[in-house]
């Protein structure tokens, strides 16, 4: 495979003004005609010759301007016709695909028996041949012709237009999208399912049909997503002042889908994990997970299909505004601070290890060989950071006059980062050349300060040193904007005031711009408690010279709360680090006694928010505390000296716990608000210390037992199968689990997780041994993920085994994955990427299985440019 570079960008030779298609529906062979409006580029001056990408389809037959076509060539990846007229001209192109075969789930399949199609990055060229990038965009009428009982509902974008009877059995649908779109945003399903519908009345007046399409028996669980639909819709208008802009907006539910969903105009196709819901089938994250994803694709109605990206280049362009904009709906809908200690976590979990490793990259790439492996935690996660700081940085004023100059200047367009940047540079008046850096430079930027405070003048010194790590093809790096969020505070916890610096410190924030910076603060008559990086203003790595009884101060008393989070998670982190090098884990340092009294007074704080508490009683993950704990990793230690300190925070705090737990029990029925989770969340959290010390999980499974929501009945078992994976009442619970869902898939995931997530050395083998469950289907990406991907991802000790089970384990599904789905295989071989970080014979055993595997005949691109990136 080429490698793809930003500085080759140059406009499309050939315009699509117009498309009309037409699908002749069939299990193994659907046809499709193209009826293509095609002009010349007026800024380019090509060649005679059309190059239209092609992928894995058969041309059944050519005409332009009504007349067969002579001059053609067909290679495996083009369609090539020489010699095209100058003059706009007609392109009818006739080709044959095969759903029930397409495994890849790229372009048009088939998951249990419904046609749909996925088209980002580069699908539709699967359909049909086309200028497949994002930079042409077209009017797109359809027709869907299908068996009646086949496929009773046939959806496509836009409005629906004509549909009605065939001979023989069939029917049609025709449907117009007024809106050009690229034609990754492309969408077709034809199938029996069923739709649940709504209304919502825009700001302006026009009344839209809304529809949630599911299988056939799912129906009762669509309520929750058009619900959230609606609040998404409402809030867009509130708060960006964005209108919805069709009569009708479809989502689909489909079994089999590789990614969470995708945001196709006015017809997005989701992963059904991520619509159906009820109460005793979806958990308390299942519904914050829906409601954020629902929201997520029907915003990038505006940012991502009204402004497209010129090229794949600008991913981030729609993914991390759209992250952002995400966020910000669910910190709205929910308690703003939980939101964003989870947002943290996340990005500290997944986003930072890639940004450390080898398969490091800007937010905005500059090269790929394969578009598909750049949908990643840096694009998305640390996208939304960095619209996030730009708001930091221009101000609440001018983020929003610039987003509506952004909305208003490239509405149509296919844009760039840097038409977004200048849209902010204007309404703020400022330039942002220095601030551009977060969309070029990898790495996790480190932030050490030294301070000083001087009794005698009042004076409190901060010296602050930015540095970027090198990362693959960027080892000089130029200093960054970095806006860190900040607070002085006396001892009785009320704040000093703070005047502005100039452009060095505003509205409590420090704007750190050089590699070294001293701020002064005059007037601080007493030595204060510093806190940095409030709200995680940032996405750095922090390293301050404090003393213990100021971090513990900050945990007890800040008054951001999530910031008042992060300091107690900086103590647990740094608390189990002294253990794991002092001791491999097996025993606490001295000062673990007075946080550990800490986390008694946080459970028992009645004037705390539950959710708020259960996160703050959730100790750091492995895979965090791995990453921290710098090189020749030992994870089965990492692991042992997290256990350590739970079972001592277990301990001291036995009774209370106890106490409280018995306290939250309610027995309200199942609501989904943040409230009624927030109680549940701090319920299972401490029943997993209670479990801890307990010989026979007696409280988790008299909590399985009586709970009448998936919530508290999946949360008691996973207490059990993790806490006791070989006890009888594990056994007898988790039987019961099985018998009551054994025929919901989605809910069988969630026993395979917990599967996967067991720690320790049997976890290769448990693992092994749970392919053999009848759930567990390999052709279908949420059944490997959940067993797979959470074995590779969330169970450290488990996966990196010294001996390579866990390594050899995941290339041998890698292996089997890849050929079908080249996709998946390539997101399994990403659990690859911290084994640098390892010890000398994990590193050995990873480097010898990813040798293997690089060695594999036939291993797509996908996968082999995440193999070759990862070894070197
Ligand atoms: N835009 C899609 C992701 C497509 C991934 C293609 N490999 C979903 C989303 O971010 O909303
Ligand atoms: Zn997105």
């Known amino acids: 495979g080429t490698t793809i570079n930003l500085s080759d960008y140059a406009p499309p030779s050939y315009l699509v003004p117009s498309v009309a298609l037409t699908f002749r529906l069939h299990p ?33 037959s050519l005409r332009l301007n009504g007349a067969p076509v002579d001059d053609v060539e067909i290679t495996p990846d083009q369609l090539r016709i020489a010699g095209v007229p100058h003059e706009p001209f007609t392109l009818e192109i006739e080709t044959a695909i095969d ?35 994002p930079d042409v965009l077209s009017v797109y009428t359809v027709r869907i012709e299908a068996p ?21 059995g069939w029917h049609f649908a025709e449907w117009h999208d007024p809106w050009p779109k690229p034609s990754y945003l492309f969408a077709l399903v034809g199938g029996d399912i069923v739709g649940a519908f709504d209304r919502f009345t825009t700001m302006g007046g026009r009344d839209v049909k809304l529809g949630v399409y ?76 829906i409601e954020t994803i629902i929201a997520h694709e029907y915003f990038h109605n505006w940012t991502g299909n009204r402004i497209t990206c010129r090229d794949w280049f600008q991913l981030c362009l729609k993914e991390g505004l759209t992250v952002y904009r995400d966020h910000e709906f669910s910190a709205d809908m929910r308690s703003r601070p939980v939101r964003r200690i989870a947002e943290v976590r996340l990005l500290k979990s ?33 996208g939304s950071e960095v619209v996030r700081m730009l708001r930091i940085v221009v101000g609440d004023d001018a983020f929003r006059a610039g987003m509506d100059l952004y909305f208003d200047r490239h509405d149509g367009d296919a844009a760039t980062i840097e038409d977004f940047l200048a849209c902010f540079e204007e309404a703020s008046n400022r330039p942002l050349t220095q601030f551009a850096l977060w969309y070029h430079q990898a790495g996790t930027p480190q932030v050490t300060v ?16 930015q540095s970027v790590p090198a990362t693959p093809d960027q080892t000089d790096k130029e200093p960054m904007h970095i806006p860190i969020a900040f607070a002085l505070f006396r001892p009785d916890g009320s704040h000093f005031p703070i005047a502005d610096q100039s ?30 990086l409030r709200g995680f203003s940032a996405p750095v790595t922090l390293d301050i010279d404090q003393p213990e009884t100021d971090r513990i101060f900050l945990a007890r008393h800040e008054d951001d709360l999530y910031t008042r989070w992060q300091a107690l998670d900086r103590l647990a982190t740094d608390t189990i680090l002294a253990s794991y090098r002092q001791s491999n884990g097996e025993t606490l340092p001295a000062s673990a006694t007075s946080l550990i009294g800490l986390y008694g007074e946080i459970a028992g704080d009645e004037t705390l928010d539950a959710a708020w508490r259960a996160l703050a009683l959730t100790l750091p993950g492995e895979t965090t505390l791995g990453r921290e704990a710098g090189l020749n990793v ?118 395979l997780g917990m599967i996967a997530r067991i720690p320790g050395p049997d976890a290769p083998g448990r693992v092994l041994q749970a392919m053999t469950h009848p759930n567990y289907i390999e052709t279908n990406p949420n059944r490997v993920r959940a067993l797979v991907a959470s074995f590779a991802g969330a169970n450290p000790s488990g996966f990196h085994r010294p001996d390579g089970s866990g390594y050899r384990l995941l290339a041998d599904v890698i292996g089997r994955v890849a050929s079908q789905n080249p996709q998946l295989g390539a997101r399994l071989a990403t659990h690859f990427r911290s084994w640098k970080g390892l010890d000398a014979a994990r590193r050995d055993a990873a480097h010898k299985t990813l040798s293997d595997l690089r060695n594999m005949r036939d291993l797509p691109l996908d996968v082999r440019d995440i193999i070759d990136r990862t070894l070197s």
């Not at 062979?29 to 894995?56: C, M, N």
């Not at 009646?148 to 023989?168: I, M, Q, T």
């Not at 030294?450 to 040193?465: C, F, I, P, Q, V």
């Not at 010390?693 to 008299?702: I, L």
């Open 634 to 751: 030992d994870p089965d230690a990492i692991h042992v000296a997290r256990e350590t300190f739970l079972a001592a925070i277990a301990e001291r705090h036995a009774t209370a716990f106890a106490d409280l737990y018995d306290s939250l029990l309610s027995d309200e029925s199942y609501r989904p608000d943040a409230p009624s989770a927030g109680r549940r969340a701090l319920e299972l959290v401490l029943l997993d210390y209670l479990t801890v010390s307990e010989a026979d999980g007696g409280r988790a499974r008299a909590l399985f037992d009586r709970a009448d929501n998936m919530t508290e009945e999946a949360g008691a078992l996973e207490v059990l199968m993790l806490r006791q994976p070989e006890s009888g009442e594990t056994a007898t619970a988790r039987a019961a689990f099985e018998n009551r869902h054994g025929d919901n898939p989605l809910v069988m995931d969630k026993l």
């Open 503 to 532: 452009d060095l410190v505003k509205n409590g924030v420090i704007h750190l711009t050089k590699r070294r910076d001293t701020i002064i603060f005059d007037g601080i008559e007493e030595q204060p408690v510093v806190s940095l």
């Open 99 to 133: 759903p029930e075969a397409n495994l890849a789930l790229s372009g048009l399949y088939r998951s249990n028996g419904v046609y749909c199609t996925q088209c980002e990055a580069e699908g539709f060229r699967r359909i049909t041949y086309f200028p497949d990038r």
């Open 148 to 168: 009646k009982a086949d496929a009773p509902v046939l959806l496509s974008n836009g409005n629906p237009g004509a549909a009605g009877d065939l001979p023989d």
């Open 28 to 60: 193994n062979r659907t046809i499709v005609k193209a009826v293509l409006d095609v002009r010349r580029h007026p800024d380019t001056a090509p060649g005679d010759e059309l190059v239209f990408d092609g992928d894995g389809i058969e041309l059944v």
């Open 450 to 465: 030294e301070t000083d405070y001087d009794t005698a003048k009042g004076r409190l010194t901060l010296t602050m040193h």
């Open 350 to 382: 997944a986003q930072f290890p890639e940004d450390g490793g080898p398969l490091a990259h800007p937010v905005r790439p500059t090269a790929y060989r394969e578009i598909n492996n750049f949908y990643t935690a840096t694009v998305y996660e640390k």
């Open 214 to 289: 599911v299988e056939r028996g799912k129906e009762s669980r669509t309520g929750w997503a058009i619900d959230s639909l609606k609040r998404s819709m409402k809030w867009d208008e509130d708060v960006f002042g964005r209108e919805y802009d069709l009569d009708v907006f479809n989502i689909v539910a489909v079994s089999d889908f590789n990614m969470g969903a995708m945001e196709n105009k006015g017809l997005n196709v989701f992963n059904d994990k991520y619509v159906l819901a009820d109460p005793t089938t979806a958990t308390d994250t299942d519904y914050a997970n």
